[in-house]
């Protein structure tokens, strides 16, 4: 097998059996090639390192989202049959469990830290320390899930910021009418819309923090206790 990848980065064209190449271009796929869809790593990978292939993947906002690899489908079929032996063996079953195993650990202890991160940027007075505990794993719950593309999952801040990211971003969506707001289409409106209720938010855990008598409309209150199994808070 090649270890180079050869694979071409295009966007889907105009037709399911066409790509967009970088400079504008449409080209039509070659006969006898098929799409290899985006789910499994292994064969991807083993698809653009055996030889000639089209990658497609498509940005929508900030994400990159795949579409799959166009490659010859004899190689495609070879590589299928290749990956279907080795993964019924004994020996390839125990280390897909022992890497189960080891990323459910990984996880877990990072939920427990993060957790603790966010109970620290709340910092709430002991007088309302059970709606610091459950705020914190609602936050933890909503965010660190593998996959979920919130601030939790990125490595490129400290915890510390993305604990106080992510509870702001929750305040935001549970407790502000942020999500039915219709924001002009300017320029820059929706940073300043998102800046003036993470100041309110502030202004809110401030008012906890301080240990002062939380009125029963209390937006975070009323969030709290919509949640499964979470009476008032």
Wanted: aromatic share 6%; with cysteine.
């Amino acid at each position: 097998m090649r270890t180079n990848d050869t694979s071409t980065a295009f966007t889907p064209g105009p037709t399911p059996k066409s790509v967009r190449a970088p400079d504008g271009t449409v080209h039509t796929v070659p006969d006898g090639w098929i799409l290899v869809p985006p789910g499994d790593a292994a064969l991807t990978r083993r698809v653009r390192a055996a030889g000639e292939s089209w990658s497609v993947a498509e940005k929508r906002g900030r994400k990159v989202f795949s579409r799959g690899v166009w490659a010859p489908a004899a190689t495609v079929d070879r590589i299928r049959t290749e990956l279907e032996s080795e993964r019924s063996t004994e020996t390839y079953a125990r280390r897909k469990q022992a890497d189960a195993n080891r990323r459910e650990k990984v996880q877990t202890e990072y939920v427990e830290e993060f957790w603790l991160a966010v109970r620290a940027f709340l910092n709430f007075h002991a007088a309302h320390a059970t709606v610091a505990d459950r705020l914190a794993h609602a936050v933890a719950a909503h965010a660190t899930p593998v996959g979920s593309g919130t601030v939790a999952r990125t490595k490129r801040i400290p915890v510390e910021q993305r604990a106080e990211a992510a509870v702001i971003a929750w305040l935001r969506h549970q407790t502000t009418g942020y999500d039915s707001m219709a924001i002009p289409r300017v320029k820059g409106k929706r940073r300043e819309v998102r800046r003036m209720l993470a100041r309110r938010s502030h202004e809110l855990l401030d008012r906890y923090r301080r240990g002062d008598t939380i009125p029963e409309g209390c937006p975070l209150r009323i969030a709290l206790a919509k949640l499964p199994q979470s009476g008032a808070a």
